[in-house]
Each structure stands twice: as C-alpha cells, then as structure tokens.
C-alpha cells in the first residue's frame, strides 16, 4: 500500500498569504495524484486533477506540482473561504491512498 | 454533472452484515474507463478507499478487507451496491460513494454508519 505523507497537520495563515501544503509518497506515483478542499459537513470539493491540472472552476489561486513521490498544493493570495481542511489522494496504485489532511485556519 | 447519492442502515449489530447502495446519475458504468467505489471515513482518522468496480466488471479490493466486502453493479439502474461482513465497532464511520475516470475522482455527501450492540 502507498502511503501519503501529508505536512504540515494544521497551519495558520492571513488573507494574502502564500501558503503550501506537501505530500510525500511512499513510492513513485507518477502524476497520479489528486488534491481535495473539505469543509466541515460538506462534499469535498476536486481542486487539482493529476498533480498540476487546476480543476475547472477552481480559483487559479491554487495550483499543484510535483511527480514521483513529492506534491505540493500552494495557495496564492489567500482568501477567507479557503479556510478547510486539504487532503491528497493517490490513485496510481490500488488501494488508492489518502493524506492524513492539513487543516488551514485563516487568522 | 455527476451525483453521488448512498443510502444505507446508519446503525448496525455487531456480526451483522452492512448493505450500502450507491446511485448516480450523470455518467454510465458501461462507459470505458468509469468505476465506482466506496471510500469511508472512522472518526478521527484519515480517508481509506474500500472497493471499485470498473465498467468490464473488473473489481478491486483493500487487502485487509478482500474476504469481508462485494461489490456489484447495476448498469441498467445506475447502481452500486457494497457489502461489507461482520461489522465490528472499529467498522464506525461515513462511507462514501466515488466516482472514478482516469484521473478525475470525486465523491459524494457521505452517509454515518455506527455498528453498536
């Protein structure tokens, strides 16, 4: 099984921050991986497809990169609403794996 | 537009066995390339994929769980159906139905499900 090693677990920003949130795989995941926005009691919402592919409709504030076995999700110019809880999900390899989750408090 | 909707038992025995349905609308499970399976979710704990079954039928399963889950589909009734064996507390958590497409992935709303005597 891969595992996805998601850093950092919680980080505070300000609205306007540049913030990024890493994803390390356990093995090579080629560009298999995807990144998520959840808000409590709400569907998660499809931010980034195949590691850098912006989603659309998705605010170009966020965008995604990386291949192999290292990701990162960065959001531009935070905004209020982006405060959520990001997860990464790998589907290169079944079982396809989830990161643990960062969760993002906007001061 | 994709929808994912699961229904289902919120509160099972332990020993008993969970029935969860998935109905969609917006996509076919006869087209190549789609499956549907089944994430879920205990308390406090990360996101863990269970089973998917592709538009051939070729189905997948979380080794630690192969010999306690089914799943089938229904292409006609655009349904998925998942069973899960021997519920045990630890089993405790929001199951979700996904859609799955090359690399689009997306889920649905979630239902509770507690295994609790």
């Known amino acids: 099984e891969t595992t996805l090693t998601q850093s950092p677990a919680f980080m505070s920003a300000t609205p306007g921050d540049k913030v990024n949130i890493s994803c390390k795989a356990s093995?090579?995941?080629?560009?298999?991986m995807n990144w998520y926005q959840q808000k409590p009691g709400e569907a998660a919402i499809f931010i980034i497809r195949e590691a850098s592919t912006l989603v659309p409709g998705i605010p170009p504030r966020f965008s995604g990169s990386g291949y192999g076995t290292e990701f990162t999700l960065t959001i531009n110019n935070i905004q209020s609403e982006d405060a959520a809880y990001y997860f990464c999900l790998q589907h290169d390899k079944f079982p396809y794996t989830f990161g643990q989750g960062t969760k993002l408090e906007i001061k | 537009q994709i929808t994912l909707k699961e229904s289902g038992p919120t509160l099972v025995k332990p020993t008993q066995t969970l029935t969860l349905t998935c109905t969609f609308s917006?996509?076919?499970?006869?087209?190549?390339?789609?499956?549907v399976g089944w994430i879920r979710q205990p308390p406090g704990k990360a996101l863990e994929w269970l089973a998917l079954?592709?538009?051939?039928?070729?189905?997948r399963y979380r080794p630690s769980l192969r010999t306690r889950l089914a799943i089938t589909k229904d292409t006609s009734k655009n349904q998925v159906v998942l069973t899960m064996t021997n519920m045990d507390p630890v089993d405790t958590g929001t199951y979700y139905c996904?859609?799955?497409?090359?690399?689009?992935?997306?889920w649905g709303q979630g239902t509770l499900v507690t295994v609790s005597s």
């Open positions: 079954i592709y538009w051939d039928d070729d189905k």
């Open positions: 996904a859609h799955k497409r090359f690399g689009e992935v997306n």
């Open positions: 917006g996509f076919s499970l006869s087209t190549s390339g789609v499956g």
């Open positions: 093995r090579d995941t080629d560009d298999d």
